[in-house]
C-alpha cells in the first residue's frame, strides 16, 4: 500500500504560491545533502544554514497555499504527496548538487535573483506574501553575501578552483532564465500588483552576476538559450529522484502522524 | 605568559625540582576546585590526557553527523526534516568548539582530524552501527544524547576552564535533542501498530551499545585513576551507566516498550540492575569491526579529500588578498 497523490486545484494564486514553496523545499533539500560531507567544517554549517532558511520558507509558503486552496490540503501533502509531474520548482533547484562550485554557482544564481524579488515582493498587495518576503529577503541577502565570497575565491583560488568555477557557470547558465519567465497564470497576479514582475529584475540581477564574476576573473557565457519546463511540471530527469527520497515515508506509511 | 625558554643555563635536574614543586601547587589547585586555563603551568600527562579526550569527543560530533544525516533527506515531515537537520548541525558546532578547546592546549585541529582520517584516533563506539529506520533517529535523541548526557553534566564541572565552558553550552544542546528523540519516540509509541513495532525494535538495537558508551566496567578502565585526581572525571564508568540506567528504565516504561534485557531487576534501593554486558562486541567495535567503522570513516575521508581543492582555493585566495593589500599599502 503507498499513499496516493493528492490533487490540487491551482488557482493563480495557489500556483504561484507552491511555485515559491517548491523552489525553496528542492533546493533546501540539495542542500541538506552537503550536512556531514561538507569540504570543511563551517561550510557543514553554513550550507546547513542556508537550507534550514530555504525549508522554513517552503513551510510559510505551503502553509499559506494550502488556506488559500481551502481543500484540507497542509504542508505535508503539498511537499511528499505530489509526483515530479505536479512540482513546479525552477530547474536549477533540483540540480544535483555536483561538485562544490556547482552548489556555490547554483546558489549563487538563485540568491542574487531571490534578493531583489523579495526586495520587491514586500510591497505586494498581499499581506502575507509581503510578510514572507521580508523574511525571506534577509535570508537571501546573507545566502547572496556568503556564496558571493566563494565565487570570488573560488574563480581567483588556484588554477584547479579557477576551472571548476568557470565550469559551473558554463554548465548552470542555460537554468537561469526560467526565474525570469512570466506565464499568463502570474501575468493576472503582477497586474493586480500581488506578484513582482521577475522580468524587470533581469538588469539588476545581470549587473551583480557580471561584477562578481568579473572579481572572480571568471566569464559569463555568451549563448543565450535557456532551459525551461519547471514551472509547469516539465523537469529534469534528477527531481524524480530526489523525491523518490524525500516522500519515502509518508508514501510507504500511508496517513501516519510522525 | 611562558618564560621557560628564557633560561637556558638550568639543568635537567633543576627543571625536575622546579617541576614537582609546580605539580604540587597545580594539585593544590584542583583539590580547591580551581579553574587551570590555557596559560597555567600544568603537567604534560594532564596536558596530553586532555587533549585525547577533547579530540575523541570532538571526532564523535563529526562522525555522529553521519548516522543522523542518513534520514534528513528522508525525514517524514517538514517540521522533523528541519528539526534533524538543526540537530546535525549542532553536532557539528559541538564538534567546532571542542576542536577550539584542544587547540588551547597547543594542539592543532588539522593534526587532531588527521590522526582521526588515519584511524589512529579514536571516537565513540556508538556511531559505528547503522541507522535503519526512522525510529533510530528517535531512540538516537532519546539515547545516545541522553547518554551523552550523563556523561558531559559532571564535565561542566572539570577542572580544564575551556571544556568546562565548552561542556556547558554542549550540554544544553544536547538536553533539547535528548527531549526531541523522546517526543519522536512517543509519537511513534502512539501511533500504529507499525509505528510501534518500529520504535521497539530500535530499542532493541540500540540498547546494550547505548550502555556500551559509558565505557568498560570499572577495574578495566585504563585512565581513571589520574583522570579523577585531575578532576577531569568525577563518576566512573559504572557509576555513570546505574544513573543513566536508572533515568531510562521509567521513560521506556512510559512509552510502553520492553527494555531488551530479560535479565534485569530492580533492587531494594530501587536501582535497576542490567544484566551482562558483552565486552566482546565492544571490543570488536573499538578494534574497527563494528557494523559501520568502515563507511564512516570512508565518508569523512572522502569529504576531507574532496573537500580538497576548495580549502586549497580558499587559502590561495587568502595569500593573494594579503599580498595585494600590502602592495596597495606600500604604494
Ligand atoms: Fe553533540
Ligand atoms: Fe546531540
Known sequence: MTAPSISVSETPLVLYTLRRADDALILGHRLSEWCGHAPMLEEDMALSNMALDLLGQARTFYTYAAAVEGNGNDEDKLAYLRDVRQYRNLLLAELPNGDFAHTMVRQFFYSAFADLYWRAMMTSSDATLAAIAAKSEKESAYHLRHSSEWIVRLGDGTEESHVRAQRAIDDLWAFTGEMFAVDDSERGLIEAGIAADPAALRPAWLGTITAVASEATLVLPGNDWMQQGGRSGRHSEHLGHLLSELQSMQRTFPGATW | ?331
Not at chain 2, 108 to 122: F, I, N, P, Q, T
Not at chain 2, 145 to 161: E, F, H, V
Request: aromatic letters at 10%.
Open chain 2, 1 to 331: 605568559m611562558y618564560t621557560q625558554a628564557l633560561n637556558n643555563n638550568s639543568d635537567a635536574a633543576d627543571r625536575t625540582i622546579e617541576d614537582a614543586a609546580h605539580t604540587t601547587a597545580f594539585q593544590a589547585r584542583i583539590d580547591a576546585e580551581a579553574r587551570i586555563e590555557p596559560n597555567d603551568w600544568m603537567p604534560a600527562a594532564y596536558r596530553k590526557t586532555l587533549v585525547r579526550q577533547i579530540s575523541q569527543h570532538a571526532h564523535s560530533e563529526i562522525v555522529g553527523m553521519l548516522p543522523e544525516g542518513n534520514w534528513i533527506t528522508r525525514a517524514p515531515s517538514l517540521r522533523r526534516k528541519v528539526a534533524l537537520l538543526a540537530k546535525v548541525q549542532d553536532e557539528c558546532g559541538h564538534g567546532l568548539y571542542l576542536y577550539a578547546a584542544a587547540e588551547t592546549l597547543g594542539a592543532s585541529r588539522e593534526e587532531l582530524v588527521d590522526a582521526m582520517l588515519a584511524g589512529k584516533a579514536k571516537y565513540s563506539s556508538i556511531f559505528n552501527y547503522p541507522t535503519l529506520t526512522w525510529a533510530d533517529i528517535g531512540v538516537i535523541g532519546w539515547l545516545v544524547d541522553g547518554a551523552a548526557i550523563m556523561n558531559q553534566i559532571p564535565l561542566c564541572r572539570c577542572s580544564y576552564g575551556p571544556y568546562a565552558r565548552a561542556m556547558i553550552r554542549v550540554c544544553k544542546e544536547e538536553s533539547f535533542h535528548q527531549r526531541q528523540g523522546y517526543e519522536i519516540m512517543l509519537t511513534l509509541c502512539r501511533g500504529s501498530a507499525a509505528q510501534k513495532a518500529m520504535a521497539q525494535d530500535a530499542l532493541n538495537r540500540w540498547w546494550w551499545p547505548v550502555l556500551m558508551m559509558f565505557g568498560p566496567p570499572d577495574q578495566a578502565s585504563q585512565h581513571g585513576d589520574a583522570s579523577t585526581k585531575w578532576k577531569i572525571k568525577r563518576f566512573s564508568n559504572d557509576e555513570l551507566r546505574q544513573k543513566f540506567v536508572d533515568a531510562t528504565v521509567p521513560q521506556a516504561q512510559y512509552l510502553g516498550l520492553s527494555i531488551p534485557d530479560p535479565g534485569m531487576t530492580q533492587d531494594e534501593e530501587g536501582h535497576w540492575r542490567h544484566g551482562a554486558i558483552d565486552w566482546s562486541e565492544f571490543k570488536q567495535v573499538l578494534a574497527g569491526n563494528g557494523p559501520c567503522n568502515r563507511d564512516r570513516l570512508a565518508a569523512r575521508r572522502k569529504a576531507h579529500d574532496d573537500g580538497a581543492w576548495v580549502r586549497e582555493a580558499a587559502a590561495a585566495y587568502a595569500e593573494k588578498r594579503k599580498f595585494r593589500q600590502a602592495a596597495q599599502a606600500a604604494e
